[in-house]
């Protein structure tokens, strides 16, 4: 379980789920219904969602590419977290939405598998949150132009270690879409 006091609880963290961002993601269509799955069992489990927004140069906030894709909408009452840095606690507010619900444990979802969403599930773990990363709800685009492994192994080499990664009084691990407990009850690796 978590390392930190008093924090039972635990949310969905959609991360970078923008135009932009996801526009040449591979599998985009699954994955962003992944996440839509995600997010109205959610809401229907009470469990919190957290949205999690990029901004740059070259993403300038209220564009059309920074906007959230259209087949997710946030709710009115569900905190958005604005960010500048890959790991989504660095110089933003995402601590204080955490500990303010009292959540211990993150469920991570969303875009780019090999920068955003790695930086924060190890910001997550270093901080002393329990992290588990959504195996099919995930995505990155193809920059095998420039020396990496094209999407889909990137995708699997993120899922199999996070599957094994540990810290002490921390969990992280793996779930599918179907498997996930979103509240907290174990799940597979």
Known sequence: MTTLGDRPNSALVVIDVQNSVVAEAHERDAVVANIATLVDRARAEDVPVVWVQHSSENLPIDSDGWQFVPELKVGESEPVVH???????????????????????????????????????HGALVRGYDALLVSDAHTTED????????????????????????????????????EVSLGGDSEPN
Request: glycine share 6%.
């Open 83 to 121: 960010k500048r840095y890959a790991d989504s606690f660095e110089e933003t507010d995402l601590e204080t939405v955490l500990a303010d619900r009292k959540i211990g444990r993150l469920v991570v979802t969303g875009a780019q598998t090999d920068e955003c969403i790695r930086s924060t599930l």
């Open 143 to 178: 920059q095998s132009e420039w020396g990496a492994p094209p999407p889909d192994k990137v995708i699997a080499h993120t899922n199999l270690y996070w599957t094994y990664h540990t810290a002490p009084g921390r969990k992280a691990g793996t779930a599918t879409t179907a």
